[in-house]
């Protein structure tokens, strides 16, 4: 047995072949051939901002239907007139057609040109009705040269940024970085505990920072998938605006991914079985989706609690997204909530290495 | 097998472990040697498992020394790490991961690996080489683990109870993986509770009940020390009974033994010895219910030390 004293010769290796690239792969193995875990960490939030989608599309004004009855003298120029409004679908129809449309509601309003003057055929009751007979009587006065002598002017209510779809992108972007991070740990290294793979791993050369530390490297790769989903739905399908700048917006997530995965390690640092390590999860999880202002502001909470709830990790998160996405700060503005979250990271990455179990 | 004067591969000393309420291993000594196949052979709840795993440096100690490859765990752990295969009991591999990917994150740690593909086909996984663990058998998964053990070339390997609960034809396939491990040089430490798996595999075994070393020797050496060229097992019916220095007393029967129901005679021929018993047995009106002879066992060493069976079956 000569070769128990000698040195062993390091081979050089691909960095495939490499343990932490091993151990990342390992996990997103694991994380991929797991439907279920797809679903909720990337589907779900699909299906949340896809309803959310629908609820909140922007609905242009409804325009109403009303039918002009041809054949009339000066019919030429009140179908014009109407025809400018964007208000109106206006329809051209013969004398028993256009009365058989307005029986069967398919227009709200009847229009027919009598020379200078027009009579208006319509169902009071329809509230519809009454509104295209108002527009439709604007439009014909307007053309014909009334000025109005009150000058109006609108905002419309809808501007992008100040929705309640707007306020709750960033929330749920957060909850889900929380969630994901939290989770998708949890589960792994407690299922790996308890079938004593911890054990085995830490009965090889593997160096045990690198098993941590591949977790933290896939989330990485999960992170930019997640983060693509729902911001790519929130600023395409939604119109939710990134007001300051996507880097910043970037940097906010990635830190709190980490946060988050230190938050992960830590609880499943001990928790020998899966409904242990949930417990714990929703323990340290469902605070923070109530006061974090997920769903709505945190600011609706008394001011005593205040101090705890802006410590809170998602609040951090939240805080800062939304202050960069609706309002455009910048990242240096957001120092604040930015050493909340590394003060997390911290303080959880070092109590996880030193609490964590391998059998 | 290797010569007494082989440099030791594994030297415990005074080896103690306790548990909130048990002594787990109690002033426990063993000597392997380089090159040696050796094996724990002890009933659930000897110790066997604490010893080898506190010999692959994953339990501490409360006292004693223990030299793994002329190295200490608090000296060189990741020098030890390297240079030990081990295979612990009833591990579950990640289930979704395939056997080569298993194979290829095991050999990802050492920096001396043997090629994933010469280790599949070492332990006959060339078919299961895409599919996942989830997919393997029970025989299947024994070998895989096995093969995460092998996969660092190491030069001590320590296996705990590699067959428990697998059928016969599994337990044949990973005694031949063994063998051929074995056949290399390297040396081997084996946990079981089966005398047989001992029997075939290990060059030296130590019998170990309550924490301590109880025998020590080749397989033939203990069986050797029970005197005995033949045992004879018998039952009586109507749970009759028959004193144990009468038997003793009998020609050609050099000792006598009853645990439960069961009377074991050790006999140095079994024509010498039946005659004597069966006058014995009809001058006392006591009716045989069964009667068998076999050739002395580590079974019967164990009983012989202990008056308890191996195991519990």
Known sequence: ???????????????????????????????????????????FPLLLAGGLAIAFRNKPAEAVPVAVVSGAAGSERV??????????????????????????????LLVEPRG????????????????????????????????????????????????????????????????????????SVVTARSKRLLKRLSATPMRRGQYLASFILSRLVFLAIE????????????????????????????????AFSGIGLLISSRARTVEAVSGLANFVLFPMWIFSGVFFASTRFPDVVQPLIKALPLTATNDALRAVMLQGATLGSQALNLAILTAWLVVTFVAALRLFQWR | MSAPSAPLALSVRGLVKRYADVTAVDGLDLEVRAGECFGLLGPNGAGKTTTIEICEGLTAADAGEVTVLGRRWDRHPRELRERLGICLQDTQLSDKLTVEETLTLFASFYDVARPVDDVIAMVSLGEKRASRVVGLSGGQK??????????????????????????????????????????????VVLTTHYMEEA?????????????????????????????????????????????????????????????????ELAVGAVHEALPGLLALLA??????????????????VFVGLTGRALRDE
């Open chain 1, 1 to 43: 047995m000569s070769e128990h004293g000698s040195a062993r010769v390091r081979k050089s290796r691909r960095l495939v072949e490499r343990p932490l690239a091993q151990l990342t792969l390992v996990r997103m193995r694991e994380f991929f051939r797991e439907p279920e875990a797809i679903f909720w960490t990337f589907g």
């Open chain 1, 79 to 108: 179908i014009a007139a109407l025809k400018a409004d964007s208000g109106l679908v206006v329809d051209v129809l013969g004398d028993s057609a256009a009365a058989a449309s307005l029986r069967m509601g398919k227009v709200a």
């Open chain 1, 116 to 187: 200078d003057s027009v009579r208006y055929r319509f169902d009071s009751d329809r509230a519809e009705a009454r509104s295209a007979r108002m527009i439709a009587d604007v439009a014909l006065q307007r053309a014909a040269g009334r000025v109005d002598p009150v000058a109006v002017s609108e905002s419309r209510v809808t501007e992008a940024g100040s929705r309640y779809i707007d306020f709750f992108l960033p929330g749920l972007l957060g909850m889900n970085l929380m969630g994901a991070s939290v989770w998708s740990i949890a589960f």
């Open chain 1, 227 to 258: 983060v693509g989903v729902i911001l790519g739905i929130g600023t395409w399908m939604l119109g939710v605006p990134v007001r300051g700048s996507l880097v910043a917006v970037l940097a906010i997530t990635l830190l709190a991914a980490l």
């Open chain 2, 142 to 187: 024994q070998r895989l683990a096995v093969a995460c053990a092998m996969v660092g070339e190491p030069e001590l390997l320590f296996l705990d109870e590699p067959t428990t609960g697998l059928d016969p034809q599994s337990r044949r396939q990973l005694w031949e993986l063994v063998e051929r491990f074995k056949s290399t040089g390297r040396t």
């Open chain 2, 199 to 263: 029997e075939v595999l290990c060059d030296r075994v130590a019998i170990v009940d309550h924490g301590k070393v109880i025998a020590l020797g080749t397989p033939r050496e203990l069986v050797a020390s029970l005197d005995a060229e033949h045992v004879v097992d018998f039952t009586l019916a109507h749970d009759a009974e028959v004193a144990l220095d009468l038997l003793q007393a009998l020609p050609g029967v050099r000792s006598a033994r009853r645990t439960a129901g069961l009377y």
């Open chain 2, 283 to 300: 001058a006392r009106g006591v009716e045989l219910a069964e009667l068998k002879t076999h050739s002395p066992t580590l079974e019967d």
